[in-house]
């Protein structure tokens, strides 16, 4: 079993808490109707597996925190280094979402159609995704950009739920 990840757009983290709230942590993108716009993207974390998408339309190399989050939920206080995590404790268990830095949605929005297949290309040349073919990742590729673009002409934030 791997990581869940939807990623979703919203004004705001206070409108996201909110509906995590109501959905006991579940993803808004699972209601019926979902509460947010967005992407499921199984297996696509936003530290790695989406940072190697930003490098690839960036022309960079991946490096840590290319993609840079802040954790909107769990909302309790982040453990320390020294504070056991029980079992059951949410920062242990998930799930956890995290808001983007707007330039990984800026980034992401600003692909030009005519340039997905080559980006998706150099995507796929990632150690993660190692075994993918091209032809198999574009259609993800092609929504992450299009929510990226809607979340931009919005003024929202792009937001990643994760749950194991």
């Known amino acids: ?72 939920w769990p909302t309790s206080p982040t453990p320390g280094p020294d504070s056991p995590v029980s079992e059951d404790d949410p920062w242990a268990t998930g799930p956890w979402v995290s808001e983007l830095h707007p330039l990984t949605r800026d980034t992401l929005a600003g692909v030009r159609d005519a340039d997905v297949p080559t980006v998706v290309a150099r995507w796929v040349q990632a150690e993660e995704l190692h075994g993918a073919r091209a032809e198999d990742m574009r259609p993800l590729a092609e929504e992450l950009i299009s929510l990226a673009r809607r979340a931009h002409d919005a003024n929202h934030q792009l937001y990643c739920w994760m749950s194991l």
């Open 1 to 72: 079993m791997g990581v869940l990840t939807d990623y979703f757009r919203a004004v705001d983290a206070a409108s996201v808490v909110r509906a995590l709230k109501q959905a006991d942590g579940g993803s808004p993108l699972c209601a019926k109707p979902p509460v947010f716009d967005g992407v499921e993207a199984k297996r696509v974390d936003p530290a790695v597996v989406l940072a190697q998408l930003i490098a690839a339309i960036r022309q960079v190399p991946w490096r840590v925190n290319l993609v840079e989050e802040t954790t909107v």
